[in-house]
């Protein structure tokens, strides 16, 4: 298992910038594929974006894509979103996830709530309008 905890969330106003940090603890980090989520009051938790073990694969949801950024650090053991030109709709709970995937070849990632079986905390984004 790894542990994973997200930070970076908070109260922004329509069009700001935030990054959200997830930190990975227990097992071989570079063994999980990764991703970010997030859950709106009322709703279920939507795929937010994906990146393969290496980094090298991203993919993103549409109503993010072009404005959300995934990247990982391995050595770190940390995964970051950057979330440029925020607006309401993007106001949610975020929850960075980790499968584990040590025989995956190529670059591979995972976008559905169901492949992945680690789950952090959540961090509250809220974006002002």
């Known amino acids: 298992q790894v542990q994973l905890v997200e930070s970076g969330g908070g109260l922004v106003q329509a069009g700001d910038s935030l990054r959200l940090t997830c930190a990975a603890s227990?097992?071989?980090?570079?063994?999980?594929?990764m991703g970010w989520f997030r859950q709106a009051p009322g709703k279920e938790r939507e795929f937010v974006a994906a990146?393969?073990?290496?980094?090298?694969?991203?993919y993103y949801a549409d109503p993010v894509k072009g404005r959300f950024t995934i990247s990982r650090d391995n050595i770190k053991r940390t995964v970051f979103l950057q979330m440029n030109s925020l607006n309401a709709d993007d106001t949610a709970v975020y929850y960075c996830?980790?499968?584990?995937?040590?025989?995956?070849?190529?670059?591979?990632?995972?976008?559905?709530?169901?492949?992945?079986?680690?789950w952090g905390q959540g961090t509250q984004v809220t974006v002002s309008s």
């Open positions: 996830a980790a499968t584990y995937r040590p025989f995956d070849t190529g670059s591979v990632y995972y976008l559905n709530v169901a492949d992945y079986n680690n």
């Open positions: 227990g097992r071989i980090f570079r063994f999980y594929a």
């Open positions: 990146i393969s073990r290496s980094g090298d694969s991203t």
